[in-house]
């Protein structure tokens, strides 16, 4: 594994960020009720072909979906034991390779696998968060918690007939309202994903992964870094997944536990630290905000951004708002420099908050936490501080930070002082900036102060062809 991708999924564990999703061969190892491993989909397809066509031999040209679909019909009572036999997983033979999977700090898990693996791993090890399993073809969207939520996508064995399993009965889903299916969009767009369990042949699994969508010839990529992990895969779906910003890690399931997750205890733990803090009130409260929720915010439909109206989040990952030419020379500035409290002034119009929001979606897209504080607050300065340091982000970004008026020097070096390994992000206005005395509050303290310049005319030829 490159050590580039190493360290961006390490800084996505430690951020509590990282959304697992598993395919069917996740759950091959483990052990069924009735003695065996659990069954791959030729092996599901076998045992319920003769349910399905008793007089008939095997039919290799058959899917398990078509198969499923006529076996439910002639013997439902038939079908639901059979699944319950070779579906159900043992809790007391569950490989310890399991409890390494799930006592890490998951943002959620997605998995198309209706077996209960998750359930049965929380009865057979001590974990760190509580397991809920939830399926949504039945469940509603619980209260949010520092439980860990598993969706099952196609339903749970235990909730037979409300599973999916053939092709019919997906098309009956996409035809109605899937609440899940809403919540599954916005985070697959807004949380890095490791994909593990599947070479990425399951059309479900590629509608899924679509919804990610693909980057302009012309855009920053600001998609969260995804990985599959798998032994290998063709040259043309790893360009496809490249195109997605998936990386290969081509190693086994046992091979990235023993290789990768085992060597990660410390990111594990502050992955573990910032989930159990994320709901407290010195967790943000309503004015300290996840970058990763926020990218997700709609606009306003009004598509008025190049008329003047203040940016959403959508305008940027959109390609609406496009990248301006500066943009990369003051990315290579804070990439070459060590300083932690970067100041970016610009005049009315200038573009500042969308430089802003474009600098938050990058640093979230490379895996760091990234948080973003509205300086329209008025709390004590005391708190504010209480709650970026409770928080776990990496970067903190600030804008209009000159709204705190004489006080954002003093709070910007005493988060710099109480964070050593925080990077701050402010804007503000050009005309504000010496009157609010910013500089002097830094002296002591590393930072950099850039002025975002006017439009360029090669930026105005971007935007007209946005």
Same mark, same amino acid.
């Given at each position: 594994?490159?050590?580039?991708?190493?360290?961006?999924?390490?800084?996505?564990?430690?951020?509590?960020?990282?959304?697992?999703?598993?395919?069917?061969?996740?759950?091959?190892?483990?052990?069924?009720?009735?003695?065996?491993?659990?069954?791959?989909?030729?092996?599901?397809?076998?045992?319920?072909?003769?349910?399905?066509?008793?007089?008939?031999?095997?039919?290799?040209?058959s899917g398990l979906g078509d198969i499923y679909d006529?076996?439910?019909?002639?013997?439902g009572t038939k079908v639901r034991d059979t699944l319950k036999d070779l579906l159900t997983v043992d809790t007391?033979?569950?490989?310890?390779?399991?409890?390494?999977?799930?006592?890490?700090?998951?943002?959620?898990?997605?998995?198309?696998?209706?077996?209960?693996?998750?359930?049965?791993?929380?009865n057979a090890f001590r974990l760190h968060r509580p397991i809920i399993s939830?399926?949504?073809?039945?469940?509603?969207?619980?209260?949010?918690?520092t439980d860990l939520f598993s969706i099952h996508l196609n339903g749970r064995v235990a909730d037979y007939p409300a599973i999916t399993f053939s092709a019919r009965q997906y098309g009956e889903r996409t035809a109605r309202h899937e609440p899940w299916y809403y919540h599954l969009v916005a985070e697959l767009v807004s949380h890095p994903i490791l994909f593990v369990g599947t070479e990425l042949d399951e059309p479900l699994l590629w509608q899924h992964i679509e919804l990610r969508g693909r980057r302009g010839p012309r855009q920053k990529e600001l998609r969260p870094g995804s990985y599959?992990?798998?032994?290998?895969?063709?040259?043309?779906r790893r360009a496809m997944l490249d195109d997605l910003n998936i990386k290969l890690i081509e190693m086994t399931q046992t091979d990235f536990v023993n290789n990768v997750l085992d060597t990660m205890e410390a990111e594990k733990q502050r992955?573990?630290?910032?989930?159990?803090?994320?709901?407290?009130?010195?967790?943000? /409260?309503?004015?300290?905000?996840?970058?990763?929720?926020l990218r997700t915010q709609r606009d306003d439909g009004t598509g008025d951004f190049l008329l003047g109206r203040e940016p959403y989040w959508s305008d940027i990952t959109s390609g609406r708002a496009v990248e301006r030419e500066f943009e990369k020379d003051l990315r290579d500035k804070i990439e070459k420099s060590d300083e932690r409290v970067i100041v970016i002034s610009g005049t009315a119009g200038a573009g500042t908050s969308t430089t802003l929001m474009r600098m938050s979606l990058g640093y979230h897209a490379e895996g760091k936490k990234v948080g973003w504080l509205d300086s329209e607050v008025e709390l004590p300065l005391w708190q504010?501080?209480?709650?970026?340091? /409770?928080?776990?982000?990496?970067?903190?970004?600030?804008?209009?930070?000159?709204?705190? /008026?004489?006080?954002?020097?003093?709070?910007?070096?005493?988060?710099?002082?109480?964070?050593?390994?925080?990077?701050?992000?402010?804007?503000?206005?050009?005309?504000?900036?010496?009157?609010?005395?910013?500089?002097?509050?830094?002296?002591?303290h590393s930072h950099l102060f850039y002025a975002l310049p006017h439009l360029e005319d090669s930026d105005i030829e971007l935007l007209l062809e946005a």
């Open positions: 594994m490159e050590d580039i991708l190493r360290q961006r999924l390490a800084n996505q564990i430690a951020s509590g960020e990282l959304i697992l999703f598993t395919g069917a061969g996740f759950s091959l190892d483990a052990i069924n009720v009735v003695g065996s491993n659990l069954p791959s989909v030729r092996s599901l397809s076998k045992a319920l072909w003769p349910i399905a066509f008793p007089s008939d031999p095997f039919d290799d040209r006529v076996a439910a019909k002639r013997a007391t033979l569950v490989p310890e390779g399991y409890r390494k999977w799930f006592t890490m700090p998951w943002a959620r898990i997605y998995t198309l696998n209706i077996d209960d693996l998750d359930e049965a791993s929380q939830i399926s949504a073809q039945t469940d509603s969207y619980p209260k949010e918690s599959l992990v798998t032994p290998g895969i063709s040259a043309a992955g573990h630290t910032v989930i159990s803090t994320r709901l407290s009130p010195n967790a943000g /409260g309503k004015f300290l905000f996840d970058v990763a929720d504010i501080r209480e709650a970026v340091r /409770g928080s776990g982000f990496q970067v903190v970004v600030i804008d209009d930070a000159d709204n705190f /008026g004489f006080k954002i020097g003093s709070l910007l070096a005493e988060l710099t002082a109480e964070n050593p390994d925080l990077l701050i992000v402010a804007g503000m206005r050009t005309t504000k900036f010496d009157r609010l005395q910013v500089e002097d509050y830094l002296k002591g």
